[in-house]
């Protein structure tokens, strides 16, 4: 257990990368990557980079299980009184308890251990009343509610010193913060103690467990709780056959008998049927080198799942990049394509058409200004339909992708809303395009006052230059009077130069609506550096190992 800085200073990489990661479309995969990712940030923070720094450091027994299991019972009998509430009432433990040594209790109460939980503690003394009722304290923390997660402390010296027992949530709880917080407590334990009934030891939660705590090969015991007499041989001969089969023979294994003392789970077990799990639990923390085993053992193994866990995250993170890449994308050529469908309905005057058609027919009877408003308009139209129809286009693809259609069901998601956000912004747009131009030909007019040409009406040329510019065919009557009211070389150069606005225009529109249509895809911060970032950071442990 002599670790060396470097091999912290890898562990605390392989922590940022991990926090880093994200998962989160719904893609096959990523509700366990997710899983792992918080498994991972809970083991390296709660207990594989505590006990690397201090290896000499009291070791904690996490008692686990399913609802009903007893746990509160079995802890309140190792130690001998009431220091967790039992009951019928499921779930009865809410904040968990974690009892050790008055000599740990400075260890546990430091915040380094167990970051994430507040702790609660009050004085004690053995009364008649901790054996009768339930612990006021713990009824107390529960009516708080909100806020962080507690972990009372308790102290007791019939516990040996170097070793702690935390009576966790149920690990099916009903309630989700106690299954999260379940999970979590489990995963900063050196040693394992999972708790099942004769009724529920062939459960799937418990050998979800069970087969975890191989996986990471940590330091783990079984307790058969509950078991009635008349069938405790039958019974605890078939969990052993499945704990063999399974690959766990070598698991110490328990078996609690079904008494009177601890029905309903009232009251506490005779100390004769906890003797050999206490003195178990002893041995690991008294003796010298089972105490290094256990340690090591948990630690090693945990170090050990990262060479399968981080390339399973950095695999899951590929998909999360490449569905990014696939959104992304499809929102690329949708708008490629309306800006091509854009130049091809200008450059084919689609803007000179209806209203702005028969203005243009009665020009200049019909009035500039009411012809420019006309152009514009049909400008905007044409916008707006094309944005539309990416929009559209956009979406079909994304339906198709579980990343994309989870991105079109978000609660924000409201097409008529964006709808007419998008029309306002391209309306604006048309509005300062339009203005530009007029000053464009406002300052031709005043080039022409300056080189002592006729002058020309600014209004005139201003629609003359949108109608040739948006008029296609049909418009290059305008370019012509254009011509012969500024002059043929100054109608090119107006012209070139609208043009040159429209486009730069259009395309920061476009490129602006494209943006905000990948805006959920850029707030989900996948990056195509998390998988190779995991990879390097287990690359570097492996070396600092």
């Given amino acids: 257990m002599d670790v060396r800085p470097e091999l912290l200073d890898a562990l605390s990489a392989v922590r940022d990368r991990v926090d880093a990661a994200r998962f989160p479309f719904p893609l096959p995969g990523a509700a366990r990557a997710r899983r792992t990712r918080l498994e991972l940030l809970t083991q390296l923070d709660d207990y594989l980079v505590p006990r690397l720094k201090s290896p000499e450091a009291p070791l904690l027994a996490v008692v686990g299980g399913s609802t009903g299991a007893g746990k509160s019972t079995l802890v309140n009998s190792i130690v001998g009184r009431r220091v967790s509430a039992s009951g019928v009432l499921r779930p009865t433990t809410r904040t968990p308890v974690l009892v050790c040594h008055p000599e740990d209790r400075a260890w546990f109460a430091d915040p380094r251990v167990l970051p994430r939980l507040t702790r609660t503690w009050s004085v004690r003394q053995r009364t008649r009343a901790d054996e009768d009722g339930p612990y006021r304290g713990e009824a107390d923390a529960a009516a708080r509610g909100g806020g962080r997660a507690e972990l009372r402390l308790e102290s007791d010296d019939s ?9 966790a949530p149920d690990i099916d709880s009903l309630v989700t913060r106690n299954r999260e917080l379940a999970a979590e407590l489990i995963c900063a334990a050196d040693i394992w103690v999972l708790v099942t009934t004769s009724a529920r030891y062939a459960d799937a939660v418990p050998w979800h467990l069970l087969r975890t705590a191989r996986d990471y090969d940590v330091t783990l015991a079984t307790v058969l709780d509950r078991v009635p007499h008349q069938i405790a041989d039958d019974v605890g001969g078939h969990y052993a056959s499945l704990l063999a089969k399974a690959g766990l023979g070598d698991v110490p294994r328990f078996t609690i008998p079904e008494l009177p003392e601890s029905a309903g789970g009232g009251g506490l077990l005779p100390q004769t049927t906890v003797a050999p799990l206490r003195a178990w639990l002893a041995h690991c923390a008294e003796d010298p080198a089972a105490r290094q085993h256990a340690a090591r053992r948990t630690a090693v193994g945990t170090l050990d799942s990262l060479r399968r866990r981080l390339p399973s995250l950095a695999a899951a993170s590929a998909a999360q990049h490449a569905a990014a890449v696939r959104l992304a994308r499809a929102a690329e050529e949708a708008y490629q394509q309306a800006a091509l469908r854009i130049g091809t309905a200008i ?57 994309g259609a989870a991105l079109l069901g978000a609660p924000d998601a409201r097409p008529d809303r964006d709808r007419v956000a998008v029309a306002a912004r391209i309306d604006k747009a048309v509005r300062r395009w339009r203005h530009a131009l007029t000053e464009l030909a406002h300052a031709e007019v005043r080039a022409m006052r300056a080189g002592d040409r006729p002058p020309a009406d600014r209004r005139s040329v201003t629609v003359l230059l949108t109608t040739a510019l948006l008029g296609g065919r049909p418009g290059r009557a305008a370019g012509e009077r254009l011509a012969e009211t500024v002059g043929a070389q100054s109608a090119l150069s107006l012209c070139d130069a609208a043009r040159d606005q429209l486009d730069a225009a259009v395309a920061a529109l476009l490129r602006a609506e494209r943006e905000r249509r990948l805006a959920p895809v850029d707030r989900s911060d996948v990056t195509p550096v998390q998988q190779s970032a995991l990879i390097a950071t287990l690359s570097a442990l492996q070396k600092e190992r």
């Fill in 159 to 167: 516990l040996p010193r170097g070793l702690a027992l935390l009576d």
């Fill in 347 to 403: 450059c084919a005057g689609a803007p000179l058409a209806g209203e702005a058609l028969a203005h243009w027919r009665g020009y200049p009877a019909c009035g500039a200004e009411t012809l420019q408003r006309a152009l514009t308009d049909e400008l905007a139209a044409l916008l707006r339909t094309e944005t539309d129809a990416a929009d559209e286009q956009i979406a079909e693809a994304w339906r198709l992708d579980p990343a």
